[in-house]
Structure formats: C-alpha cells, structure tokens
C-alpha cells in the first residue's frame, strides 16, 4: 500500500503552524483551512488526497445544487452544478464514481467524473449520510422532515432499496459508519444518540453525545462525530466513552490547536485514507457565502509528511562532477508521472534544456526527452514557430531516497550519470520503502 498523497503544502503549513502555538501538547491535533468555497456538505477523499464536497445549500432552503472537487494543493474545479435540492452525504464507489445523496429528491445519484448524473437509488425520504459494506451494499442513512419515519435503508449493487434497521428511539438518522467488525454505527441530529446496528439489522444505544450530532466516521479503532449545535467535534471510543476531539464551543472560524479551535456549526466531515487528517465542512450557508473546508491534523507530532522514494523525486539533482548541469523534476498529482527538465549542454559547449513527461515503471522513470527550438526572446516571439524535437530517451533508477543511477541514449550517444540530490520539497521526509507502513507504526 503507498501513502496517499495527501496536501504536502497544506501540512507544511500545519506544521509551522504548530510550532507557533503557545502550550501546545506536543501531540494535540491542529486545525487549518484548506480551502474558502461555497458548499457545506458530504465529503469524500480519494487515495490521492483530493476532496469531494457538494453544496447542501443553506439549511433552510437546501436549494445547493453543486458536487467540487479540491485537490491536495486548494485547487477547485466544479464536477456538475445539476445535483437539484440539496445534495448531502457522499461516497467515492469501487469504480471511482461519486453516490451522492439528493436529500428533497429522496433519491441517490452516480456523478461521473465528466459530470454526468445517473439514479441509483430512488424512494429513500431524506438521504443524507453514506457508507458501504465489504460486498458493495450501500447503507443510507434517512432522516426525513415529516412524513415517513427515520431509517436505515439498504441498497445492493443492482440498486434495489429496502429499510435495514429502524427503531421506535430513532429520530433523525443523519449520520452512518461501519467499523472493522462490519456493525453499522448510526448518529442522531434529534438529540444525540448513537446507535450500533448488527449485520441482522438489530438496534442497541451505543453512546449518548451531550449534543445533536450528524456524520459520523469510524477511523482510528474508534468513531468522531459531528455535534453542529455545540460547535465541536466528538470522538467515541470502542466502549461508548464520549470525549471532545476540538472546538471550545464558541461559534467561529479559528484555526490552530483543536483545544483552541473555534468552528461554526459544523455538519459534516471526512476521514483520509491514512487516518491521519479529517476534513470538516464550513457552516450552515453553503449556497449564501462561502465558508472554510477545515483539516485536523490528528498526528501532528509526526512531523513532516513521509513519502516514498518514487514521489520523493520531486527536487533538483545532478551529477557533483558535472558543472552546471542538472535535473529539476516534479511528480503529477494524481498519476505516476513527473516532469522533467534537464539542464545540460549542446555540442558547441552552450547551454540547453532537454525537457519530457516521464512514467514509473517499479523503481525506474522513463522518459522521452526532446529539446524546444524556434522560439526568439523579448517581443517578437511567436508561438507558430516553436518546435518540440525528440532527442532520445533516459531511464531514472531512484536507488534510494538521496541518489539515482541515469542511463540515456541522447543524440546517439549512450551514457551513465551518478545523480545526487540537491534539494528536495521543504518539510518533505523521504522513506526507502512503504510510506504507510512507516506511518502506521508510529
């Protein structure tokens, strides 16, 4: 398994931001803000680290109607704004879709990644929160306004719905996880309760929160939860014990140790594949002005993000032996890609750039390599006339984390290079093997 690239920059700032605090334990979660956007919903992140967000809307219209995508570094790009009536709780699916809740539609939707919108499930009053189990059946989690009672409802692969689990304590389901033992844990907005739920659908009191609560996510051998009208988050141990993970309870936007940290109703959040981060929405006015997607460090006192090697080749290397020569590269989110410029010379001894987009094969990146021309300097360049020429091939073998052995056929000339690191990203640990294992142990 590889660590998730999840916000290097963003951590980068956690972590200065740590230091600064005054009294802060060493190991106290930290809260920034990743990103100011207009959506306060369901959340869900993908194994790179970017973040999936709808808009609700403001809670008394519910009239939101978009499905964001933030990438690790704060980038947003709007996936479809066709999600009508207040779309909720989401998940990423085994095929890379979104299941996105559309809570006055009573239904669950498919959002491709080019926007399109499918039914999946139909008849469901008041979707909001989802999760999946390890066969692929969808749990919904229904907390209706009026009419029909609060539930679970169960939908399998071919999207057929029926109720999973309801009870004469429930009501308003608004939040649903499962653990490691397969029991879904179910958290109440009406006041409080949460709820463990068997694979046979049987409902027995979990833990009581001193508040209403909404989402709720199991990570971390134990479960945080949303609690919107106390302005904190909680988390529940496997025994039912309640603690406060962050929020003083005073309403506000204020970053820094969780102990400190101040958030303004908050209804919704999700957990990084690591463990490591949960994501929290803004606020109760999503489709009105545009609010904070805040991050919680849990394991701040591991310092520095730690990578693989191969993502680790993100810096500037060279040759100690060859003057003014060298790589500078930079891996592509999202794909085991870099891009590569290497700075070296013609045949007549003047300097030249050879750039190209390589791809990892095990621990080796290769790349084509071709050399730019055409172009004039100042005010009469014109873009007609550059041209890319293929120049010839190299293969990157990363030996560890600090030294790479390069091989190249360039112009017809067959070499070996020694490479050692010059620079690598500030605040980037490099690892010799599994980033996630190495996480994991600490």
């Known amino acids: 398994m590889r660590y998730p690239a999840v916000i290097l920059s963003m951590l980068i700032a956690l972590l200065s931001l740590s230091q600064k605090a005054l009294a802060q334990p060493a190991d106290e979660p930290v809260v920034s803000t990743l ?32 499905l964001f995508k933030v990438s690790p570094s704060g980038e947003v790009d709007l996936i479809t704004d066709q999600l009508n009536t207040g779309p909720s709780g989401n ?11 559309v809570y006055l539609s009573n239904r669950v939707v498919r959002v491709q990644s080019d926007g399109n919108i499918t039914d999946f499930a139909t008849g469901i009053p008041g979707p909001d929160d989802l999760v999946q189990d390890a066969n692929g059946n969808l749990f919904v989690a229904s907390c209706p306004f009026g009419g029909p009672a609060p539930a679970v409802y169960r939908v399998d692969a071919s999207g057929s719905t029926e109720i999973f689990a309801n009870s004469q304590q429930f009501g308003c389901i608004s939040g649903i996880t499962i653990d490691s033992d397969g029991d879904l844990f179910a ?19 979990f833990a009581q929160l001193p508040a209403p609560s909404t989402h709720i996510k199991f990570a971390n051998d134990g479960f945080y939860v949303m609690m919107p009208s106390a302005n904190q988050i909680a988390r529940i141990d496997r025994q039912g014990n309640v603690s406060i993970l962050a929020g003083t309870g005073q309403a506000g936007n204020l970053d820094g140790p969780a102990s400190q940290a101040r958030f ?14 949960l994501f929290i929405d803004g606020g109760p006015n999503g489709d009105t002005q545009a609010n904070p997607v805040r991050i919680i460090d849990l394991s701040p006192q591991l310092g520095a993000p730690i990578v693989p090697r191969l993502r680790a080749i993100t810096g500037a290397w060279n040759d100690p032996a060859r003057s003014g020569e060298g790589f500078i590269m930079q891996t592509v989110e999202g794909q085991d890609s870099a891009i590569i410029f290497w700075a070296t010379y013609d045949a007549s001894g003047g300097q030249q750039w050879f750039g190209g987009v390589g791809e990892f094969s095990g621990t080796r990146l290769n790349a084509e390599m071709r050399v730019t021309s055409g172009g004039v300097f100042g005010d009469d360049f014109d873009p007609a006339l550059v041209v890319r020429n293929p120049v010839g091939t190299i293969s990157m073998n990363m030996l ?10 360039i112009n017809d000339l067959v070499g ?12 980037q640990e490099c690892l010799d093997g599994d980033g996630m294992a190495r996480l994991l142990q600490h």
């Open 35 to 66: 990103v100011t956007l207009m959506a306060t919903a369901g959340m869900s992140v993908d194994n790179n680290g970017n973040l999936y967000i709808a808009d609700f809307g403001d809670i008394n219209t519910l009239a939101g109607t978009s």
């Open 91 to 101: 998940l990423i699916d085994a095929d890379g879709s979104i299941l996105q809740s």
């Open 187 to 205: 958290s109440d907005f009406a006041d409080g309760q949460v709820f463990r739920i068997t694979p046979a659908g049987q409902v027995s009191l």
């Open 264 to 277: 303004n109703f908050p209804f919704h959040l999700e957990v990084s594949p690591d463990g490591r981060f």
């Open 400 to 409: 560890d984390c600090d030294n790479i052995l390069l091989d190249y056929v």
């Open 416 to 427: 070996r290079q020694n490479l050692a690191r010059t620079f690598r990203l500030e605040g």
